[in-house]
């Protein structure tokens, strides 16, 4: 029932390979967000899909990062030839949605840990 | 724009004593905020949300927090602490109704329980 889920919970990679990160988000949510998690950045916010709107990519670090949304569901964030900077923490949330007066509350997956050696 | 602040980075207290973190934010508009926990190895958890109700929000485990806004503040607290309090916590805030409701994050207090 779930809650969201992540995939692969452990990625380790060499400098300069491609990754691909997967979040299945909450059964009906139309709202999902990218965030990282790494030692002197805190949590930082990367990019968010709410149902067939345009993402706001604007937390996105660099070009080398990109994330899809499929069907409105199942999202995977891909980092192109990764850097040792890249290592954290890469963590998924789902929401209900926007309702007009209201906030939603953001449910969290137990990450990703990625480590670029 | 909008921001938070833990005073904190970490917190030692007795078990069965109270439990303080405090948390300051700065938003240009009416702000949601949000208290999360992570413990080791696990995933982020809500333990209370404020959405312009009742300034005073109870959450999970015990945990309450209250909102002044004259202060500017949303600290976190509980009469009695756990062992199993023992965790990283993160105060949030988000913008009310607009389109994007992305979190931004305090740089997390570090709550240590003495048996």
């Known amino acids: 029932g779930a809650g969201v889920s992540q995939s692969p919970s452990n990625k380790v990679t060499e400098k300069g390979k491609d990754v691909e990160l997967r979040c299945d988000p909450i059964?009906?949510?139309?709202?999902l967000y990218w965030y990282r998690q790494s030692l002197g950045q805190g949590l930082e916010f990367l990019i968010y899909?709410?149902?067939?709107?345009?993402?706001?990519k604007s937390g996105l670090p660099s070009d080398r990062f990109s994330a899809e949304r499929t069907g409105g569901s199942v999202s995977t964030l891909t980092i192109q030839r990764t850097q040792q900077e890249d290592s954290a923490v890469y963590l998924c949330?789902?929401?209900?949605?926007?309702?007009?007066?209201?906030?939603?509350?953001?449910?969290f997956g137990p990450g990703t840990r990625l480590t670029v050696l | 724009a909008q921001s938070v602040t833990q005073l904190d980075s970490h917190v030692s207290v007795s078990e069965g004593t109270p439990v303080l973190l405090r948390c300051n934010y700065s938003?240009?508009?009416?702000?949601?905020l949000f208290w999360y926990v992570q413990h080791p190895n696990k995933g982020l958890q809500l333990l209370l949300k404020?959405?312009?109700?009742?300034?005073l929000v109870k959450g999970i485990n015990g945990f309450e927090a209250e909102f002044k806004k004259s202060e500017t503040s949303f600290h976190l607290t509980k009469p009695s602490a756990h062992m199993s309090d023992a965790a990283e916590y993160f105060c949030v805030v988000s913008r009310i109704n607009f389109g994007n409701e992305k979190l931004t994050f305090g740089t997390g207090t570090r709550l240590t329980i003495i048996p």
């Open positions: 938003s240009s508009y009416s702000p949601s």
């Open positions: 899909f709410q149902g067939n709107s345009a993402p706001d």
């Open positions: 404020y959405t312009s109700a009742a300034t």
């Open positions: 949330a789902s929401s209900g949605g926007l309702k007009r007066g209201s906030t939603d509350t953001q449910y």
């Open positions: 059964s009906g949510h139309t709202a």
